[in-house]
C-alpha cells in the first residue's frame, strides 16, 4: 500500500485531506482512482488506512477506514553532524541514514567544506530525501534535517547532548564500541569530517567542547562511508539493527 506522510493537523474525523505535490503523484503517476487505498502517516506514530473519494486537481480526500498506532523508531535519538561534502554524496548519507534510524541530520561548514550551488535548494531536496527513504523504510516519524551550522558554533553545543563524537583519522585510540558499550545514553551527536578530514585545530577544538574523538578503524574511510559506517555501528550497539 502506498504511503504518505500527512500534518496531523489535516486529519479531521473521518477524513483526510491531501494536498501539494502528492496530489500530482497520486493522480498522475501512481494513477489511484476513487476507492483505492492509500496508508497516511501523520509522523506522531499514527498510521491510518484510507478510502480515497476525491480526486482534484489540487486536493484529493479520503474516509478513513482504519487506524493503527505503530512505534519503528529507535530508542537511540541519533544526530549525524555531516560535514558538507561534494556531489550528491549528501543525499546518500540522508537517505541510507534514515534507513538506518537517524533522527537528525545537521549539514556542517567546516574548513575544507566549499559550498556549491544555492544551498536553499539542496536543503529542500534534503528534506524531500529523508521523506521518502522514511516511506520506503516504513519509519514513522521523518527525521530533521536542519539548516548548515558552522562547525565551531555547532560544537560549542555539543554538550547538548549526552554523548558527542568525532571520527579522527589521526586518532588511534578507543573505537566507537569501546566509548559507547556500557552507556545509558540515549542522545548521541556525532561528527563527520568532509573530504580531507577535520583539520587538527579542528579536532581539537572539538575535544575542548567535551567532544569524543573515535576511531571508526584502521582503513581511512570515505566521509559517506565514515557517515553509514558510524550510524549502522551506533545502531547495532544499541541493538537497533
Avoid at 504511503?3 to 505535490?21: C, L, M, N
Amino acid at each position: 500500500m502506498h504511503r504518505f506522510f500527512v500534518d496531523p493537523e489535516i486529519i479531521r474525523a473521518d477524513e483526510v485531506v491531501i494536498s501539494g505535490s502528492d496530489v500530482r503523484h497520486i493522480r498522475d503517476v501512481l494513477r489511484l482512482k476513487p476507492g483505492d487505498k492509500i496508508q497516511a502517516v501523520d509522523g506522531t506514530g499514527a498510521e491510518y488506512e484510507v478510502a480515497l473519494e476525491v480526486i482534484g486537481k489540487d486536493r484529493v480526500a479520503g474516509r478513513i477506514i482504519g487506524k493503527n498506532t505503530v512505534t519503528r523508531e529507535t530508542k537511540i535519538n541519533l544526530t549525524i553532524a555531516q560535514a558538507i561534502p561534494k556531489s550528491d554524496k549528501m543525499d546518500t548519507i540522508i537517505r541510507m541514514g534514515t534507513e538506518l534510524g537517524v533522527k537528525e541530520f545537521i549539514p556542517v561548514i567546516s574548513e575544507r567544506v566549499v559550498v556549491q550551488g544555492n544551498f536553499e535548494h539542496k536543503l529542500a531536496r534534503w528534506k524531500r530525501i529523508a521523506v521518502e527513504s522514511c516511506k520506503q523504510s516504513g519509519r514513522t516519524v521523518i527525521p530533521e534535517v536542519q539548516p548548515a551550522e558552522k562547525f565551531a558554533e555547532l560544537v560549542k553545543r555539543a554538550s547538548g547532548w549526552q554523548l558527542a563524537l568525532i571520527p579522527w583519522e589521526v586518532h588511534k585510540g578507543e573505537s566507537l564500541k569501546d566509548v559507547i558499550k556500557d552507556t545509558a545514553v540515549t542522545e548521541v551527536i556525532v561528527f563527520i569530517g568532509p573530504e580531507g578530514g577535520f583539520s587538527h585545530e579542528e579536532a581539537e577544538l572539538a575535544k575542548g567542547a567535551g567532544v569524543i574523538p573515535v576511531s571508526l578503524g584502521s582503513r581511512i574511510l570515505r566521509t559517506d562511508t565514515a557517515a553509514i559506517a558510524a550510524a549502522a555501528n551506533i545502531m547495532q550497539i544499541f541493538n537497533e539493527i
